[in-house]
């Protein structure tokens, strides 16, 4: 995995750059998964084998994650970010009041899967690609 792209994918994420641009970028440099750390404001990046990138998450104004994870909310925000009404700090913000305490991106999968402090969880397809 590319180190200096993964950190560069983390900036982008932060300047709102649209999902698909970042996990295309992510893939080309060994990407396969992710984890966001929600409770550490993490994420840890896996590629092939036992490759693993660990990176902090610049998130400002952090709020506390809700003990109820409610999967409805979080399928909102999911669709908000995807029409881009709103950024990813704002996105972030909004799954962890909504009880969101980390999510796995899986590339190859395509698909990411969002997790409550209780193992509630939300399983979100990427959108269709347009051709």
Do not use: W
């Not at 300047?15 to 984890?35: C, E, I, M, N």
């Amino acid at each position: 995995m590319n180190a200096e792209t993964i950190a560069e994918c983390m900036k982008l994420s932060f300047a709102d750059t649209h999902f698909p641009k970042v996990v295309q970028k992510l893939a080309d440099a060994g990407v396969r998964s992710y984890t966001a750390d929600l409770i550490r404001l993490r994420k840890t990046y896996h590629g092939v084998d036992s490759d693993c990138c660990d990176e902090a998450m610049p998130l400002s104004a952090a709020p506390d994650i809700a003990e109820t994870f409610d999967a409805a909310t979080v399928a909102a925000a999911i669709k908000n970010i995807q029409q881009q009404k709103l950024g990813y700090a704002e996105f972030l913000r909004q799954i962890m009041a909504a009880g969101c305490s980390q999510y796995r991106v899986f590339i190859g999968g395509r698909k990411a899967i969002y997790f409550g402090r209780n193992g509630d969880m939300h399983v979100e397809p990427f959108p269709a690609t347009k051709p």
